[in-house]
Structure formats: C-alpha cells, structure tokens
C-alpha cells in the first residue's frame, strides 16, 4: 500500500472532474497552482507542445523544458453548454472554447463573468488560471 | 486480385430501448444479412464485431456472437473507431478477402446504448474526447460540433435555419422508413418555436432538432471475394473505393473548424481508388449525427465548394429527386445513431439503392453510391463508394 500512497497524483487536482491522476507532466499542477499555465518545448528539437506533453513525437526525444502561455490569443470558435456530464450540472450554462496563439492552440472555458453579448469570434483573450471547487484548478480565458 | 463485394445487408429497426440481449439484437441484423446473402452460417470465414465498448457490459463481445450466431470456430474479432465502427470493420473485411486468407467475411455492427443507465451514459458522454486535457472542462459531443457550426456560420455565412433545413429533409425520410426509430414530420417552424422541444437549446448554435438520438441497433454486411459473389449473388454491389484517415483527438492539435480533415483526407483516397469523382455518386448516404456535421459533409465530399453546403440544402439538390440525394432513409438524424451499428445500415441502405430495391426511397438508377461514416467528432473517418459494375 506504501507504493500507492507516494504515487505522484497531483494531476487528480485539474479540472472540475478530473479523468486523470497519474502523468509525467504533473509539474503543470503546481506552475497552475503559481498562478501560470505552462505548455512544454522539446529541447532537442524545439517543437512546441500545448497541452504539455512529456514525449517528442517529432525527434523520440524525452526531453522538455516548460514555457509559459503568456500574452494574447483569438477566439477561434465557442459553444456555450445548457447541459453537461454527470459532475458537471452546477456549471451550466458555460462557454467552452479554443484560442490560437500562433504556435499552439488552447482548449479550455471562457471566463463565467464574461457577457455572452460580448464573445466573438476572434477576438483577444488572455488565458487565466482559475481555481474552481474543491481545491482543484482550471484556466480560463479573459478579454484581453 | 479480383474484386471484392458485398452479397449480403440486413439491420435491425432502430430503437430507443432494445428489449432483448446484444446478442440477441445482433442475430436481428445478421438473420436479415444472411437471408438476403441466401447463403448459411458455414460459408461465413470470418466475423468482425463493430461497437463502441464504453456502453458493453460484456467483455470481447466477439467470442459470444460467434457461438450465437453459429459462427464458431471461425475466427472472430472486435473493430472499434467509435461512430465508424462497423465501415472500418467493412475496410477489415474487405483486407482480409483480398488478401486471400478468406473467401466470405460477416462485418457485424451493433450497440445497445440502453445497455448502461442514463446517468452512466452521461458519464461516459463526459469522456468522449481528450480525458486528460479537454474532459475536465465539461465537454461533450454537441458542443464539440457546436463549435464547428459556429465557425463555419462565421465564415460562410451558414445559418440556423440552413441546419434546420437537414433536420426537416431528414425527417421527410425517416417517415418512410420503418427502421428508422424518429418517424414523425419535422418543419422548419418547429425551430423558432419555443414552445416546440426542436427548438431547445442544447450547446449553441445547435438545438435539440440540430441532433441525432441514440438508439439501439445492429447491422450486418455479408463481404465476399469476385468469385463467391458471381456464383452466389444475382445483384452483387462492389466495393469500388475505400478511404480512412484520422485526426488529433484535442482541437487544440487541429487547424480546421469549418470542416473535417478526415472527411476530406478519406474521401479523396476512396476516389481515387475508385476512380471516380464527386458528380459521378448517385446517391450518398453521410455522418449526419448533428446537422452541421451532414453540411460539412457536403463540402469535405465535393458535393459543394467549402461554403456552398447551404445552396445545396436551400435549393434541395439533395432530396431525393435533386442532382445529388444525401440520407433518403432519414439519416442519423431521423434513424438514430447505434454508435456501431450505424456504418452498417449507411452501407445497407446504399446497397439496397444499387439494387433498386430501396422502395420508397429508392432514387431512380444509381450506379455509383458513397458512405461517410465519421468516428467522434472527426476523429476517424471512413469514406467508401460502392457500384453496380
């Protein structure tokens, strides 16, 4: 039992639910918990990766260094939920939504206190970590 | 190598709650297959099993449909791409004949969604896409295609009422076929009315009229190699394209939101293969889980420029007696989506066309048929194209 408890788990902390526990890019949590959302850029062959990721696809190499997603996106398209998965009912409505920031894109919500009126596509955002429930931790985009 | 064919289509009715066993739900489709085919379980080589395995409860449900269905001890496997099971499981098929290793192959499609309780099934909504960095936010499918529509009415100038518009062609078919599971009209008031369930907000831009149910179902199709289908069929329909491709599961990995690379990747390989092109297909049946994903379909086919799906919808070129008729039996949207089932009946339906025997649906003549099957939202894609000769 000693094994499972000094398992690496911090990654059970992302999200409202989350799906996963266990990753090799665990770090992310605790950059989120400091207030940055980082990505990952292999140092070998300098592709860039987000979400982070531990392996190179491009070059096999194992090697990252982490960056952070810093400065202005665009909304590249929305959706806003008036249902939701089980674990997620309290949140309805929400906007989930993509932002291209040149190199990597983002996956994530749009800020709650965001007006609907005011989303469009195209428009600048900035992503924001943002603590949700229970401890756990998300990000989300703000107009920039 | 000769060529391949399929000898072979049954599917059971779509259904939203099956009142029998998987295996008892397979056999609907498999009888009707094998009847069709007017051959016997012995002549079957091989079977592939086609479902999305989050909704079974059993586990390999390949080793218990090969001994209902009287198909041991032939070998028998799973094929899984979620929504396009059962056309990668024709692609599988269709290796295996040509390879030589089998003469007649069975691709059985099913899924019994009611199989799990709804709140199960809500979960595993929830785990539809990227687990690790999309789930967490709250996703699910609609939204996924949600952001699709609304990126490719931002760019093209698509509108809700375009969408609505499949929805009502849909639904004039889904009447006429009595396998489909949604049989009742649909008109396009139905949407601006808030009073009317079509009209419910789901994920927008897309409504409750905008999306498929779920069903329950099988499909079966009987392959077999040139020589079996010449000597055992009357009206062989040929395998004359197949087309597959993949996509990255997270958005963020995407560059397209105004169609699917996987739509347009497989579509020109099964050309190619065949070697036909967009004006040549009679009749088409496609992925139409959301009415987005049937108006991206028209353009990712060819049937349409990118942005030019709408004209297609308003002038109704794609009714049954317009230039190019898409989803006669009612569609997703109208038969309901049993996740691996449903490639099957788009095939089944395509080859019942060929055979001029799809009675009140039938289409006058076609010679050459498509099937777009998409798994996930543009995850898999499988595009197949079908002839008489």
């Not at chain 1, 919500?109 to 600048?124: F, K, L, S, T, Y």
């Not at chain 2, 996703?139 to 949600?146: G, L, N, S």
Request: charge should be negative; proline fraction near 5%; glycine fraction near 10%.
């Amino acid at each position: 039992m000693g094994s499972i408890k000094e398992m690496d788990d911090r990654f059970k902390k992302f999200g409202t639910v989350s799906f996963t526990s266990t990753t090799k890019i665990n770090d992310f949590i605790d950059y989120l918990e400091n207030g940055q959302v980082m990505g990952t850029r292999c140092k070998v062959c300098g592709l860039v990766f987000f979400p982070p990721r531990a392996d190179c696809y491009q070059c096999l190499a194992s090697n990252m260094e982490w960056f952070e997603v810093a400065g202005r996106g665009q909304l590249v398209t929305y959706s806003k939920l008036e249902f939701a998965p089980v674990g997620f009912q309290e949140d309805v409505p929400y906007c989930i939504a993509l932002v291209d920031y040149g190199d990597y894109k983002v996956f994530g919500r749009i800020a709650g206190d965001v007006p609907e009126g005011d989303i469009q596509i195209g428009m600048e955002v900035k992503t924001v970590v943002n603590r949700v429930a229970n401890e756990q931790f998300n990000y989300v985009f703000q107009k920039a | 190598m000769g060529k391949v064919a399929i000898i072979g289509v049954g599917q059971s009715a779509f259904v939203r709650s099956y009142p029998g066993s998987i295996r008892e739900l397979a056999f609907e489709g498999f009888r009707e297959a094998i009847q069709d085919a007017q051959i016997t379980t012995r002549e079957i080589d091989a079977s592939i099993i086609c479902s999305a395995p989050e909704y079974d409860k059993q586990r390999s449900p390949a080793g218990v449909f090969a001994e209902y269905l009287g198909l041991n001890p032939q070998p028998t496997f799973y094929v899984e791409s979620l929504c396009s099971s059962s056309s990668m499981g024709l692609r599988q098929a269709y290796a295996l004949i040509k390879s030589g290793l089998h003469k007649i192959v069975a691709v059985i499609g099913f899924q019994k969604m009611s199989e799990i309780s709804s709140s199960e099934s809500q979960e595993r909504m929830g785990r539809g896409a990227d687990i690790q960095w999309e789930s967490p936010f709250g996703t699910m499918m609609p939204a996924y295609y949600a952001m699709y529509a609304r990126a490719h009415m931002q760019k093209y100038g698509t509108t809700p009422e375009d969408l609505a518009r499949i929805r009502v062609k849909a639904a004039t078919y889904g009447q006429i076929n009595d396998r489909a599971v949604y049989r009742k009209p649909v008109g396009l008031e139905m949407f601006v009315d808030p009073e009317n369930r079509m009209s419910g907000p789901v994920a927008s831009p897309l409504r409750v009229g905008d999306c498929c149910a779920n069903a329950d179902g099988s499909s079966c199709l009987i392959v077999a190699n040139e020589e079996m289908a010449k000597a055992l069929s009357p009206k062989p329909v040929w395998i004359l394209g197949l087309g597959a491709a993949s996509a990255s599961v997270n958005l963020a990995g995407r560059d397209l939101f105004t169609g699917l690379t996987v739509a347009r990747q497989a579509s020109r390989q099964a050309y190619q293969m065949a070697g036909v092109g967009p004006p040549d297909i009679d009749v088409a049946e496609v992925h139409d889980c959301f009415t987005i994903a049937e108006m991206m379909a028209y353009e990712d086919l060819g049937f349409a420029e990118p942005g030019g799906g709408k004209e297609l919808i308003r002038s109704q070129a794609t009714y049954r007696e317009g230039s190019i008729p898409v989803n006669v039996d009612g569609g997703l949207l109208s038969k309901g989506h049993p996740i691996g089932a449903t490639g099957g009946s788009q095939i089944r339906t395509i080859v019942l066309q060929l055979r001029e025997e799809a009675d009140a649906m039938q289409v006058p003549s076609p010679e050459i048929g498509l099937v777009h099957n998409i798994g996930g939202v543009g995850l898999y894609g499988n595009v197949s194209i079908l002839g008489r000769a």
